[in-house]
């Protein structure tokens, strides 16, 4: 029987590589074969089997990028050699209870990729159709990866966020995400304006299309943003309710907080500074298939693109820990 290599959890905060029999697609079912997955801040979920209802040995990755080998009955929309994704996960179904409490690894239909199915630490693996992206020719699989996860959470977020052309919109946070979240801004028309720590980040910031930068350690950057006009949107990207907190005041007229940064620790607010200019603070996570490809579509487009470091599937430990430490230049891809 043929075999894969795949880098799986099978106990809470290990990893082991292991072979398994390459798997075959069932009904309404795909096998890619995988050329990249990226890795994720997310995938500690399984790593360290946080999620509720993981079932463990898993396989973590829900960045992949290949080629369709195999199609299962039932499939229509999908023939091998198509260039595919699949990202966080496939669809939320809002007629769905489970879907609708957020608990997607519960239902059989709508599960996360590398938590209620095996995901993309491998050589192949199997997705549901719906879960399935196209990627278009001019984006390599490497870095197709990272436009599934923090590519589409980026980009989804700020379409659906209520800034016009023209308008100010921050981006706080130059990391895995805000380093596309820099980039996707500036080519959807936004006046750009990127926040992070330290003078050294402004020649990435205007690099990455920036018109503005912010420099939390040189003064209040709420203040900064008022000074410009105050901001549209700021997108919140990393996770940390402490650095997110002081930038509420920075909001304009009916601005908004988007929040995409996945942290643990609360972001104090007071009443009066969401009434005062009808303020609002907002969640955004990742989006459908169609929303990345909605994402790719726009990236080829543009030339949006993820800074990434590559390791072979092997090194997967070594990756996640460097990302896990904030070592990786933004966004690590394993490599089969």
């Known amino acids: 029987m043929p075999t894969m290599k795949a880098m799986q959890v099978p106990r809470a905060g290990t990893f082991e590589a292991v072979e398994r029999p390459i798997p075959e697609p069932g009904r309404d079912e795909i096998r890619i074969r995988i050329a990249a997955c990226g890795v994720c801040h997310s995938d500690v979920f399984t790593r360290d089997a946080l999620w509720p209802g993981l079932e463990l040995p898993r396989i973590p990755g829900h960045e992949l990028a290949g ?55 491998a050589e192949y693996m199997i997705a549901p159709s719906y879960a399935v992206a196209a990627i278009p020719a001019e984006i390599p699989f490497a870095e197709a990866g990272p436009l599934l996860c923090a590519g589409v959470t980026t980009y989804n977020a700020l379409r659906h966020t209520g800034a016009r052309p023209g308008d100010l919109v921050a981006v706080q946070g130059i990391g895995g995400l805000g380093h596309l979240g820099v980039q996707f801004a500036r080519q959807m028309g936004f ?22 930068y912010v420099d939390t350690r040189a003064g209040d950057p709420a203040a900064a943003l008022r000074k410009l006009g105050g901001a549209r949107v700021i997108l919140a990207t990393a996770p940390s309710g402490k650095a997110i907190a002081p930038l509420i005041d920075g909001l304009g007229l009916d601005g908004e907080l988007m929040v995409v940064g996945a942290g643990f620790d609360p972001i104090p607010v007071a009443p009066t500074q969401l009434i005062q200019g009808t303020r609002s603070v907002r969640g955004w996570s990742s989006g459908s298939a169609i929303d990345s490809e909605d994402t790719m579509r ?39």
Request: charge should be positive; proline fraction near 3%.
């Open 67 to 121: 080629t369709i080998d195999a199609v299962g009955d039932g499939v229509r929309s999908w023939k091998t050699g198509d260039r595919v994704g699949v990202g966080w996960a496939g669809i939320r179904d809002n007629s769905c209870e489970a879907c609708r409490r957020g608990e997607f690894v519960n239902c059989a239909n709508h599960r996360v990729t590398g938590i209620g199915y095996d995901g993309g630490y």
């Open 298 to 336: 726009f990236a080829a487009l543009t030339g949006v693109r993820p800074m990434i470091e590559r390791f072979p599937l092997a090194r997967a430990p070594e990756a996640f820990d460097k990302m896990m430490s904030n070592a990786v230049r933004f966004r690590a891809v394993l490599e089969t």
């Open 191 to 212: 006046r750009t304006v990127a926040i992070s720590s330290g003078s050294d980040k402004r020649p990435l910031a205007e690099k990455l299309g920036a018109h503005e």
